[in-house]
């Protein structure tokens, strides 16, 4: 059975720095784009950052553009989102995805959360001080 677990969320100040990780298993991560998105209260989901499945092709939202790092260990079958430089409209419940399909490039439409098969249950990030 196809399972993606988000972990390594909690309480930051701003300014401080949070590493969340997309653990999958049941299928061979390394076949699929992954993404990371978030959704606070009272908005829609967002796109994050994506990474192909070499992990060569990376996108960022440009909120998160030069603060944010998304990784990925295809022998962990672990996706990383390294975030620094928290910010308290950064706090939301994060979540990765996968698919097959998707292109991973600021040209693609990788943002378009409805177009990712599978979801993680969530992390919740809360920046506050």
């Avoid at 196809?2 to 390394?30: D, I, K, N, W, Y």
């Avoid at 998160?64 to 962990?76: E, H, L, M, P, Q």
Wanted: with cysteine; hydrophobic share 35%; charged share 20%.
């Amino acid at each position: 059975q196809l399972q993606l677990v988000e972990s390594g969320g909690g309480l930051v100040q701003p300014g401080g720095s949070l590493r969340l990780s997309c653990a999958a298993s049941g299928f061979t991560s390394m076949y699929y784009v992954i993404g990371w998105f978030r959704q606070a209260p009272g908005k829609e989901r967002e796109g994050v950052s994506c990474i192909s499945r070499s992990g060569g092709s990376i996108a960022y939202a440009d909120s998160v553009k030069g603060r944010f790092t998304i990784s990925r260990d295809n022998a962990k079958n672990t996706v990383y989102l390294e975030m620094n430089s928290l910010k308290p409209e950064d706090t939301a419940v994060y979540y990765c995805a996968v698919d097959r399909n998707i292109l991973c490039s600021y040209a693609s439409n990788w943002p378009r959360a409805r177009l990712y098969d599978y979801w993680g249950q969530g992390t919740q990030v809360t920046v506050s001080s």
